[in-house]
T-cell receptor, first 117, second 115 residues
């Protein structure tokens, strides 16, 4: 079974600074997808960024980028120019890439990010 | 385009009762998944439906059940409620359910409290 580990339960960052959230995972599969979701106090889970395991190039979405190290099974999220609106719980998630198969996401425990003005 | 809609947003029940939660996916989405979120256990997968068929099920007791209708709307039911069932229940939908990289889109959840 796949597992996802987020070892830091909480982090804080100053507004406009850069912060990196860590995530490691364990799987015996060779093809899969990785996601970072954000959950503000409003409760809705919002997709931040996704990475296909077969792609060597790290995904980037505006101020958000990932450092995907497949051999090390590491998938960290970097937030540049942090904004107050980035404050939220961040979840790392894994999904198998089996065609026609399940959409099941395996989540890490989450990390609470605080942004200080 | 409307997002994933979950009703109700809040629900208070007592032990032993049963409850039904509803989820309307994004228009055109055929895959619906349910997750339970608690402070202690985090986010745990309950089950997944695609084209009215349960495709996958998490490690929850039989008191937890679900179904999907022909219009892709889904319901989950919990019978004989226990205090430990207090949680945020999240529903997510995705486009085709083909295992592609299409992400799941989540609703705002239903907060269930058991007294």
């Amino acid at each position: 079974a796949q597992t996802v580990t987020q070892s830091q339960p909480e982090m804080s960052v100053q507004e406009a600074e850069t912060v990196t959230l860590s995530c490691t995972y364990d799987t015996s599969e060779s093809d899969y997808y990785l996601f970072w979701y954000k959950q503000p106090p409003s409760r809705q889970m919002i997709l931040v960024i996704r990475q296909e395991a077969y792609k060597q190039q790290n995904a980037t979405e505006n101020r958000f980028s990932v450092n995907f190290q497949k051999a090390a099974k590491s998938f960290s999220l970097k937030i540049s120019d942090s904004q107050l609106g980035d404050a939220a719980m961040y979840f790392c998630a894994y999904r198998s890439a089996n065609w026609g198969g399940s959409e099941k996401l395996v989540f890490g425990k989450g990390m609470k990010l605080t942004v200080n003005p | 385009k409307a997002g994933v809609t979950q009703t109700p947003r809040y629900l208070i029940k007592t032990r032993g009762q049963q409850v039904t939660l509803s989820c309307s996916p994004i228009s055109g989405h055929r895959s619906v998944s349910w997750y339970q979120q608690t402070p202690g256990q985090g986010l745990q997968f309950l089950f997944e439906y695609f084209s009215e068929t349960q495709r996958n099920k998490g490690n929850f007791p039989g008191r937890f059940s679900g179904r999907q209708f022909s219009n892709s709307r889904s319901e989950m039911n919990v019978s004989t409620l226990e205090l430990g069932d207090s949680a945020l229940y999240l529903c997510a939908s995705s486009l085709e359910g083909t295992g592609s990289n299409q992400p799941q889109h989540f609703g705002d959840g239903t907060r269930l409290s058991i007294l």
